[in-house]
Nanobody, 118 residues
């Protein structure tokens, strides 16, 4: 059974930092691209950041220079370091695992709330 468990969300003031973690089980972690998405109230879920199995990263323009995605394949964990947080970063953040070998294999975590407010 595949599980993705996010942690690290919470309430932070504008300009502050948070580090999200996503622990994976039930998959060969190193072969999966790992992604972070977010969904703000009343908005569609949007892409935030991606890291391939080999460590190549991509970011949404809205978070470039502020967020950093990383992974530890030995711990089956992906991280999202979020700095210089803004109120518009407030959302539920979801971890996503994706693998393609002719068929798609995709899994989601349950999400963790991030609230940026003074």
């Amino acid at each position: 059974q595949v599980q993705l468990v996010e942690s690290g969300g919470g309430l932070v003031q504008p300009g502050g930092s948070l580090r999200l973690s996503c622990a994976a089980s039930g998959i060969i972690f190193s072969t999966y691209a790992m992604n972070w998405y977010r969904q703000a109230p009343g908005k569609r879920r949007e892409f935030v950041a991606r890291i391939s199995g080999r460590g190549t990263t991509n970011y949404a323009d809205s978070v470039k220079g502020r967020f950093t995605i990383s992974r530890d394949n030995a711990k089956n964990t992906v991280y999202l370091q979020m700095n210089s947080l803004k109120p518009e970063d407030t959302a539920v953040y979801y971890c996503n695992a994706f693998y393609y070998d002719g068929s798609n294999y995709e899994y989601w975590g349950q999400g963790t709330q991030v609230t940026v407010s003074s």
